[in-house]
């Protein structure tokens, strides 16, 4: 843990913790001086009304909030106003007093003072400490899964690299392109087995055959381009060749291995080799045993680069929607802030409905996110009913599909008894059954069937929404991923990611058909 914990970067949390609170002590402290500002402006103006009203009709009456001083009033205020102030404005914890001059004809007359409750801000500001709050929480989570992934990932190569130095017949290795602990352990392997192959007599003259001990490629050449030897693993992945044009169809590999020909020395560099779908890691270092020789080792590093664009994808993708919904607050709540005065309740209103819904859609993509980032547990199984899980869901989305005026036809037995996970089935149902409602056009059908047949238990949802493509369909259960015609629905792009998550870690299987203009059906079994 002590090797987590320095990965676990502290000078970037203490900055980050920082920058959290400065940040949500000045919005608050803004939008607590602007709503005094409002308050005051709005007191101000209703105390000159009063004046005039008191000076066409003095004989007016007004309530407990108003009242009229005399010219012979001593007070901290009326002093202020003595010596020039406009007016006055004191404070407490739960209101605030304006008091004014009241001249009539250019004559002071008297003062006027309007006490009022202040305007709470204080469910404004519990949006904006959650929303900070919210942001605040995914950095550090994925600031520790991070570290902890990247702890995990040395802790194994390493441990598999010493494997290599006791058995390396038995052994292969993955290395990372990064100047760390894995890259450093693999150059002190392969200085290793270079000092091994060189060191003595017999050594020297087997180093053709030493090179077959490897899994991994190994070829050696010269300086005239000429493959003088390569392993088994080589031949496999390549070819039995003598020349360097086997490289031809990747110019960036030829021209990194002329280069070392013209200029000899150990380097090290990572390619993607197309036809085989695969990057690799060619090391190259000069044989010093054997004049004008360049050994050459392949690491396929193929599963790390996959695991590494999936995560900056995955970063991306999140960064993104998490984006659209704080934009959409920042604007309503500027103005609520900015512009509360000009504004009629319905507006404000409308307006305070907009930052819920994002509110709500925000917590949801949270939500899912950290659902797809869970790793997977042992899941504790109970006996559940398919049609009872089935009408729950429903009964959640009654509202919407009587809003889309959709028909709903049901067609399975009141007990489907099987083991499963509760929470895991509930989310699976929820977001096939969502998804359904949501895309099925206004009036449309949906049909809902489960059966269980030799202890097979089997659901099946279909609507006559737009359908999908052949290529939309290969890709739904990518995260993140919307067909053209549903990237302006709601949703935050990962319901079916989800899905297929909790059905591997159950141990169902779900398969899709869908004919485009004409609707799609999802059938899981358990």
Known sequence: ?????????????????GVYLLTTVVMIIFLTQHTLKIDTDNLTVRAYAVADILNKNPQTKFDDSVLVLPLSTQSKAVENIKNGARFTRSLTQTSMTVTIPNYQD???????QITRERSSDSAVNGIIIAFTTIIYLIWIYQLYTSAKKLHQFETDTIAKIKNIRRSPLTQSYLISENDDKVTTALNHLGESIQHKAESSTP?????????ELFEFPIFIYDLKGTIRRSNASFKNEFADTKNLDIFSPYSDVLQFLVNKMLKPGQQEQTFYFEQLNAYYTMNVRPIQSLDHRLMVTMIDVTTYKATTIAHN?????????????????????DILVNDLDKLSTSDA?????????ETKRLSTLVADTLEMTRQPLHLKKTKLNLSTQIDEVLTNFEFAIKDKQLTL???????????????????ILKNLIENAINYTPAGGKIFISASKIDKIVTFTISDNGPGLTALETSRIFERFYRADHTRDSEGTGL?????????????????????LDKGTTFTVTF
């Open 1 to 17: 843990m002590k090797q987590l914990n320095n990965k676990f970067n502290k000078s970037k949390l203490l900055l980050f913790s």
């Open 106 to 112: 250019a004559v002071l007359k008297n003062y006027i």
């Open 203 to 211: 050594a020297k003259k087997n180093l053709y055959e030493f090179i």
């Open 313 to 333: 994808d995955f970063i991306a993708n999140v960064s993104h929607d998490l984006k659209t919904p704080l934009t959409a607050i920042a604007g309503f709540a």
């Open 349 to 357: 209103k409308v307006f305070a409905k907009h930052i819920v819904k």
């Open 409 to 427: 036809t049901k067609q399975y037995d009141a007990k489907l008894y099987f083991k499963s996970n509760e929470k895991h089935l509930y989310a």
């Open 495 to 515: 319901g079916l990611a989800i899905v297929k998550k909790n059905l591997a870690e159950l141990g169902g299987h779900i398969d899709v058909v869908s004919v």
